[in-house]
């Protein structure tokens, strides 16, 4: 085998492991909500109808819309909302009331991954648990504990990373996708004809003669694409080939046969209708199964929230978050990641989902506004990269994305339906993060104009500074500040105190750009200010790494040695002081000095030695 497709097997698999993982355990909950929910009458034609609507929805919304055309909105290899929002707002740079709407749009759209990161393991693990039900109802009592217990030691490993465990995501994946598949294929062969549902004249035909019902089930029938979003957000491990393989020889075709199995099975015994999936399996098979269904939802479960420590970062350097905690868990894999504060968040919401709503049925009323909303979002920005980044005709791009529009408004709309039964949890974790998120832009913003008004500028500065100069003592002083072209508070404060400056200076300005990478090329802009002084720029695009140390050894050609060990950095520590005037609303002012109080240290986040740094206190009035 040669050594490409080789990779393409290995990444195939990785792709299986990681990103299917989360639709892969969808056959656990989605027929069952279905007819579980009392709004479909049990009836053969009706039984067509469902399979019809499941494989034309997994066809339109995966194989059509993700697979085939959001797939190719790369924005450098790069997928998901936040590279997604990053290349619409670029798109439309020209229009700045639109691109403003665009970006909201699309930061909101984020804030929902949250809620949806909530609700996802919760559903999977207890519906995974819950099928020690089926085995005995004395098992009833047990199930929350028991996923109580699996959700905490999955979180309580994260800070070990998933470099050790996340060889073994593809392998148990694949046997999942095979025992679903085989589980499908002993029903389908006692009864063939229901392979005839494939057929869309059933879809239709269920959709023409009770249009209301399916309105009303189609909030139980998008639980068929759980994690759809995620073939797009992990497109950057993994890239388009793998993830379209992946899809097409495995993922899709064993999630057909599993649903036509469960509608082959309910039609000779509906009474299976309380627990199709595990009750699919012999006796003998429903222990082993359960617990393979269990690591499968753990898998899926690992997959959102590692995804969800990516996506945070991202966010952090886009300018909408604080700094948190970044702990990397890989020598080799940078993109491996662990953040405490997300992290244990997380499990404390989660465990919240579990105790109030108490089964997977009561959570899949909860499940599909957040995720609906996304693929609304998702569509809609599609429509911008590709009519104004990528020129295509405006027939074309309507005609595109129209279709995928109404098809995902229609399911939007049906989960509306479970507004109060449980959609409004995740609506509400999203609510808040998009609160937190826009007081923290608006207060960096509010915090730079004050800092910029009361800025003095630096070329001006050290020319009278150098008129008499200070004494320079030996090594190399880095003061980090937010403007270019303005004097830091760290530098002002140094000569009031100390007096001295040093023999080499330099101004340094990290800035972070709607661009998921930014090569070496491109990193280091430098401007010499005279007398062994220096205008530095450091770029980064949202998911490189700042490492403004390294990002310096750059700048020895330009004549600045820098030795780690005669070389300080100096910070300015803001403390903010709300106050009444024409900013926020005090509320969100307070919000906003609380969040950058408690920030992590600046020096941690651009990976600044501990030894080398100096950090000097400056109150801002917002």
């Not at 998901?80 to 403003?100: C, F, I, N, T, W």
């Not at 025992?179 to 389908?188: K, N, P, R, S, Y």
């Not at 959709?207 to 497109?235: R, S």
């Not at 408690?598 to 206190?617: H, K, M, Q, R, T």
Request: net charge neutral; aromatic share 12%; glycine share 8%.
């Amino acid at each position: 085998m040669s050594a490409s497709k080789s990779s393409l097997a290995a990444l195939t698999l990785g792709a299986i492991g990681v990103v299917y993982g989360d639709i892969g355990t969808s056959v656990l909950y989605a027929m069952k909500e279905v007819f579980g929910s009392g709004h479909v009458p049990f009836t053969e034609e009706n039984v067509y109808g469902i399979l019809s609507i499941f494989f034309w929805t997994l066809t339109v919304i995966v194989s059509l819309k993700y697979v085939v055309l959001v797939l190719r909105a790369d924005n450098k290899g790069e997928g998901g909302l936040v590279a997604m929002l990053a290349l619409a707002s670029q798109s439309v740079k020209d229009r700045p009331r639109l691109r403003r709407v665009l970006l909201l749009v699309g930061v909101f759209g984020t804030c929902l991954f949250y809620g949806d990161g909530v609700i996802t393991p919760a559903i999977s693990v207890l519906s995974a648990v819950e099928g020690l039900e089926v085995i005995s109802p004395t098992f009833k009592k047990y199930v929350i504990p028991i996923t109580l217990v699996i959700l905490f030691c999955l979180f309580a490993v994260q800070k070990r990373g998933t470099a050790g465990i996340g060889k073994f995501f593809g392998p148990i994946t694949v046997v999942w996708f095979l025992t679903i598949a085989t589980l499908g294929v002993v029903h389908i062969m006692e009864d063939p004809d229901i392979l005839w549902a494939i057929s869309p004249t059933y879809a239709l035909g269920f959709i023409w003669k009770q249009p209301g019902t399916t309105f009303i089930i189609l909030g139980a029938v998008v639980l068929c694409v759980t994690g759809g979003e995620a073939l797009y957000a992990d497109m950057g491990h993994f890239g388009k080939k793998p993830i379209r393989v992946a899809w097409f020889s495995i993922v899709m075709p064993c999630l057909t046969l599993n649903y036509f199995g469960q509608g082959a099975l309910l039609l000779t015994h509906p009474e299976a209708v309380k627990n199709p999936f595990f009750n699919m399996a012999p006796d003998w098979a429903l222990i082993p199964l359960v617990i393979l269904a269990t690591m499968a939802t753990v898998i899926a479960s690992q997959a959102l929230i590692s995804g969800a420590f990516s996506v945070t970062k991202q966010i952090i350097q886009l300018g909408y978050l604080p700094r948190l905690q970044v702990m990397h868990t890989s020598v080799k894999d940078m993109g491996q990641i662990y953040l405490p504060f997300v992290n244990w968040g997380l499990f404390v919401t989660i465990v919240l989902a579990v105790v109030m709503f108490k089964s997977s049925s009561n959570l899949a009323a909860a499940y599909g506004i957040a995720v609906c909303t996304d693929m609304l979002i998702t569509t809609v920005l599609t429509f911008y990269v590709i009519r104004h980044g990528w020129k295509y005709p405006l027939w074309l791009c309507i005609g595109a994305t129209g279709f995928f529009f109404v098809v995902d408004f229609a399911f939007w709309a049906s989960n509306l339906l479970k507004l109060f039964d449980g959609g409004w949890f995740p609506l509400l974790i999203g609510g808040v993060v998009f609160t937190l998120m826009l007081t923290w832009k608006d207060g960096r913003r509010l915090m730079n104009q004050k800092l910029k008004a009361d800025a003095i500028d630096l070329p001006s500065f050290l020319e009278a500074v150098f008129v008499s100069p200070p004494t320079r003592v030996d090594g190399t002083a880095v003061f980090l500040t937010a403007e270019v072209g303005t004097v830091p508070n760290a530098l002002l404060h140094n000569l009031k105190h100390n007096k001295v400056l040093h023999a080499n200076n330099l101004f340094v300005t990290v800035r972070s750009h709607e661009t998921p990478w930014i090569g070496l090329d491109k990193r280091i802009e430098i401007d010499s200010l005279g007398h062994d002084c220096w205008q530095v720029v450091i770029n980064y695009g949202f998911k490189n790494d700042p490492d403004v140390p390294k990002a310096l050894q750059h700048i020895k050609a330009r004549g600045c040695d820098l030795n780690a060990m005669t070389t300080s950095y100096f910070l300015s520590r803001d403390t903010v002081v709300p106050t009444l005037g024409e900013g926020m609303a005090p509320w969100r002012e307070k919000l906003f000095a609380q969040m950058h109080r408690n920030a992590s240290a600046a020096a941690d986040f651009l990976n600044l030695p501990n030894n080398a740094v100096v950090e000097l206190g400056s109150k801002v009035e917002i």
